[in-house]
């Protein structure tokens, strides 16, 4: 009771000092806004792209790479090319060691709409196996993918996105229907939920790391090589191709093709690196490489942080706005200093008059406390407006991913209220040391 | 006037002396990289393309249903399909001149190899990226012929998206030449791409012309082009067209739909903008570096303002706590203009402290930036202005509180507080 009684009492004390220097109570609570904003601000952008795209599986996600071209295009890590060649994908996808698994390129075909008098429009997709979306726990509105069965005969099928659907069906469940791209008709099998995952962990090495609108379209993988759907993703080659098209593309050492594994348990994936190693041998064996077996199997948190996905500029934004955040928080500290030891007369009277030094402290947290609360509320309208404003500053593929969540709200009061604190600790401490008999005695 | 005496005040004020100490050497060091950061972005988006950028824009296009390359007689289509686009957008009443090109500087999409002066040299002499088209696309792009020939119509190869022959001849950049031929002899002289025996003739030298690549990697190499006189033929076409001056809006809009004209199954790169203006490509290339200046300008706007106010809060602190010391020295003979002087000196010795901290801590956190994110080291000018700056930001703050010090009347001296 008397604990509430006094927590009252010492709001109130605070209320009354917070009014009587107006000046320096609205500098803190600046500081204090403008500081947590900034930092807020760039900590919502870093958050969103150094965030885990499948956090509940990434672990068990493995992307191989295996050394096709050998020590002389390596660089100074002996890191092998980050993608595959159309041999050695398609020699991973028939030993199919892996739970689940899918070799992959990206493809960017042309769909040309039913109605006349529509343009034909450019849609991006990537060229799967069905194994693709349980893997990735892809979200279907309607239908699903498709089977083992149709990757073994190239069938016409397609998986669409909600988007598209949405466009070219106005959202009707569209499975069976069927849709032109490049020329050849396809068959809808399944309608995706939103699903566009950022990054875009499942191909990184042949899609930009961000992108703001998720992908059309998804084709078996083998009936984009039948059909010669071009390649629409990075490829890199580290000798002149010998022989012209896409079947050349096929047929050369060139690496285009990206491939993910999904190995449950350390045993599998032990075995899976063991299968490598075994295949790379094979290889060496029969003279395609000259080389000892270098390969590489990391899983997705491994490739992400090795890719460095977060932007540098990210990165340097949010170290410099923590940096901006120290200041306010320095500058904190001497202004409420100024304004506690300013008022050391009447902490001599109420000492004098038996308040203990604990009941000081409190006194003067609980003003640092509001200071915090004030700056805090100030801080959250400024990282509101921050957060919205992000576009004027980062590329627009990044900005869409910076999102004003209540972890953030709560995140931003939270340090606003915290660093506030730290600051009064300090001037708190120096309060409370104030010697009551030489206050009366020089007043 | 003595320093001692204010140092001997300020020994009094420890706390409040460090505070603001810190406090300006954590915005000086700041401040000085966030500006440094600034100043190399802008430095960047200043760097000249060497083409001229006004009235030109850019056709990404695809054709839907173009013949597959791999079928007999389908070079011959695919080639037909072109000439006739770049017929139709010659034919435009706004248009100057069209070409066909693989890229565009700053698009951010290139062909990069190596080049040597001798075929069977291990290691390449330089690495440049290309930029393939017909006759036209020197005039095109605006670009100045310093020696040698362009391209003629004879020159023009076609071939499919997936050719790999090379060219006999080449024009290339004037950096190119003289890294390769420091005489200034370029021209006539053979070089070799892509590991390949074949001899290649240097016909011309241009003055400038930046790679199409804007990464860091890119930069290392940045005006190291090659033109092909090599006309792609293949499913997608790029066009670089060039407006009569003053009519790029009436171009844009003309061209798609002259396209469109030709054959309505194409798709554009972008269906919203089906031409981009080089302004257009010229703000994506830039567009975070242009973000990252304003974040930092806003910081230090920030920073700046923090610590001034920060300033203008002690300061007072100070001058209300010691109005009886400024009425005794008023009393004794010290004029206003003595006590604004004591606070303007107290505090440019803690600036000035502050900023020999912040001049170390400024240096340490380059050097962090330099490790961590590659960036560059930083000239020791910023410093030197990132220095003047605060100690003028610290007079400037002080002025108010230390106008309002040098009021106090010596009567005060006589009261007891």
């Avoid at chain 1, 109570?25 to 600046?30: E, F, G, I, K």
């Avoid at chain 1, 739970?99 to 799967?128: C, D, E, F, T």
């Avoid at chain 2, 798709?267 to 830039?286: E, G, H, L, W």
Wanted: aromatic share 8%.
């Amino acid at each position: 009771m008397l604990g509430y009684y006094m927590l009252g009492y010492y709001i109130d004390l605070a209320w009354r000092s917070l009014r009587r220097s107006p000046g320096l109570t609205v500098l803190m609570v600046l500081a204090i806004g403008f500081g947590v904003a900034a930092s807020m601000t760039t900590y919502s952008v870093f958050r969103a792209v150094s965030g885990d795209p499948i956090p509940w599986k990434s672990s068990q996600l493995f992307v191989p790479q295996i050394d096709a071209w050998g020590p002389s295009s390596r660089d100074s890590n002996g890191e092998p090319p980050d993608a595959l060649t159309y041999t050695d994908a398609m020699a991973l996808v028939h030993a199919h060691r892996a739970k689940l698994q899918s070799a992959m390129y990206r493809i960017s075909p042309s769909l040309v709409p039913g109605q006349a008098g529509q343009h034909p429009i450019n849609v991006s997709g990537h060229a799967v196996y069905g194994e693709f979306f349980p893997m990735l726990d892809v979200p279907f509105l309607y239908g699903s993918g498709w089977s083992a069965d149709d990757d073994a005969h190239q069938a016409p099928v397609v998986v669409i996105s909600g988007e598209l659907n949405q466009k070219l069906f106005d959202g009707a469940n569209s499975v069976g229907r069927s849709l032109s791209m490049d020329g050849k008709d396809y068959r809808v099998v399944g309608v995706m939920d939103s699903w566009n995952p950022q990054p875009r962990f499942y191909d990184l090495a042949s899609s930009a790391n961000f992108n703001a609108i998720g992908e059309s379209v998804f084709i078996p993988f083998e009936r984009g090589i039948a059909a010669g759907i071009y390649n629409s993703g990075n490829t890199n080659c580290h000798e002149p191709r010998t022989g012209p098209g896409f079947i050349g593309l096929q047929q050369s050492s060139c690496v285009w093709i990206s491939y993910m594994a999904l190995l449950d348990s350390s045993a599998a994936v032990s075995q899976y690196r063991q299968y490598l190693d075994g295949y790379a041998r094979e290889q060496q064996r029969a003279g395609r490489f000259h080389w000892a077996p270098n390969n590489l199997l990391r899983d997705v948190p491994a490739v992400l942080d090795h890719q460095g996905v977060v932007p540098s500029d990210t990165r340097i934004s949010l170290l410099v706005a923590l940096g901006l955040l120290v200041v306010c928080l320095v500058n904190t500290v001497g202004l409420m200093l100024a304004k506690f030891l300013r008022r050391s007369g009447e902490i001599g009277v109420r000492r004098a008059l038996g308040a203990p030094r604990r009941a000081l402290y409190a006194q003067f947290l609980m003003e640092a406390g509001m200071i915090g609360a004030a700056g805090g509320a100030l801080g959250l309208l400024l990282t509101g407006v921050g957060v919205m404003s992000v576009g004027w500053v980062f590329r627009p593929e990044i900005a869409a991913l910076a999102r004003l969540d209540w972890s953030l709200l709560g995140i931003t009061m939270v340090l606003a209220v915290g660093v506030t604190l730290l600051a009064g600790v300090y001037p708190t401490f120096r309060a409370a040391r104030v010697q009551p008999a030489w206050q009366l005695k020089s007043n | 006037m003595s320093i001692s005496p204010i140092l001997r005040a300020l020994r009094r004020h420890k706390a409040g002396v460090v505070l603001i100490g810190l406090q300006i050497a954590l915005t000086l060091a700041i401040v000085c990289n966030a500006v440094f950061i600034i100043g190399e972005r802008i430095e960047r988006m200043n760097r000249p393309t060497g083409i001229v950028e006004r009235d030109l824009f850019l056709i990404q296009q695809a054709w839907v249903n173009a013949p597959n390359e791999e079928l007999e007689g389908s070079a011959q289509k695919l080639g037909a399909m072109q000439q006739e686009d770049l017929a139709a957008l010659r034919q435009l009443p706004d248009v100057e001149s069209v070409a066909p090109t693989t890229s565009m500087p700053l698009l951010d999409s290139s062909w990069n190899e190596g080049i040597r002066l001798d075929p069977d040299q291990p290691q390449q002499t330089a690495r440049v990226s290309f930029y393939l088209g017909d006759e036209q696309l020197l005039p095109t792009l605006g670009l100045r012929l310093l020696a040698g020939r362009a391209f003629s119509h004879a020159d023009i190869l076609h071939q499919g998206l997936r050719d790999i022959r090379q060219p006999p001849v080449v024009i290339v950049t004037k950096a190119l030449a003289d890294l390769l031929f420091p005489h200034g002899d370029a021209v006539g002289k053979v070089v070799y791409l892509a590991g390949t025996p074949k001899p290649i003739t240097i016909i011309g030298v241009v003055e400038q012309l930046q790679v199409p690549g804007i990464n860091r990697w890119t930069e290392t190499f940045a005006y190291n082009s090659v033109l092909l006189p090599i006309q792609r033929e293949g499913f997608f076409a790029f066009y670089a067209v060039r407006a009569k001056p003053g009519r790029l809006q009436a171009a844009m809009r003309a061209a798609p739909a002259a396209l469109y004209q030709v054959n309505p199954l194409r798709v554009f790169a972008d269906i919203r903008t089906p031409s981009q203006s080089f302004a257009a490509i010229r703000a994506r290339a830039y567009r975070d570096d242009i973000g990252m200046a304003i974040l930092m300008g806003v910081v230090c706007v920030i920073l700046l303002g923090v610590t001034a106010a920060g300033i203008v809060g002690l300061t007072s602190f100070w001058v209300g706590q010691r109005q009886h010391q400024i009425g005794i020295r008023r009393a004794v003979g010290a004029r206003r203009v003595d006590i604004l002087r004591y606070f303007q000196t107290e505090n440019l010795l803690i600036a000035g402290g502050g900023a020999i901290v912040g001049t170390v801590l400024a240096l340490a956190l380059n050097l962090l930036l330099i490790q961590r994110f590659e960036m560059a080291r930083m000239p020791m000018s910023y410093l030197w202005l990132g220095v003047a700056a605060v100690l003028l930001l610290g007079q400037a703050a002080v002025f108010v509180p230390a106008r309002r010090a040098s009021m106090v009347p010596p009567i005060v001296a006589t009261r007891s507080v």
